[in-house]
């Protein structure tokens, strides 16, 4: 009888213990969750600063690409104005007509090249310029949520 009553006051007081344990207040609660949110804000942050630095190290090469692909449609250009001067000397010429044909294919075909590198190179800078805005909202997000 005694083993059984002990039995029953340690499953009570065993119950109660557990109970307790599971009750938390509302300000931990919106403790948590602010925390929660902080560290989502943080890594959105990382993730934006990372993409930011892959974007700025684009940037040296895109310029690159402008200048070369601009280099070659201006000697394209040049190409095709002497082969154009060499047909208006012999005009029934088909060897000189195809090489004129070629040159003007090749030089628009440059030119096209050369605007798609500017092209590039802009919304780069566009994408660039973004996430810094992105990331300084970010900032001063994570600077309200903080100062709570």
């Known amino acids: ?5 002990l039995y029953w006051m340690f499953v009570v007081l065993v119950s109660c213990a557990s109970v ?3 009750v938390v207040s509302k300000d931990s609660l919106a403790v948590l969750n602010n925390q929660k949110k902080i560290l ?11 993409e930011l630095a892959e974007l700025e190290n684009k940037v040296p090469k895109a310029t690159d690409e402008v200048a070369s692909t601009a280099d070659n449609a201006q000697k394209s250009v040049e190409q095709n104005k002497l082969a154009a001067d060499k047909l208006g ?6 060897k000189l007509a195809k090489n004129a044909s070629k040159a003007a ?4 075909r440059d ?3 050369a605007r798609k590198a500017v092209d590039n190179l802009e ?3 566009r994408n660039i310029e973004s996430l810094k805005k992105k990331i300084q909202e970010d900032e001063t997000k994570l600077a309200g949520l903080n100062a709570k």
């Open 1 to 5: 009888m005694k083993a059984k009553f």
């Open 20 to 22: 307790s344990a599971q």
């Open 89 to 94: 000397t012999d005009p029934q010429d088909k």
């Open 111 to 113: 030119a096209k090249r």
């Open 105 to 108: 294919s090749t030089a628009s």
């Open 123 to 125: 919304k780069l800078k």
């Open 40 to 50: 989502a804000l943080n890594k959105k942050l990382n993730d934006n600063k990372i």
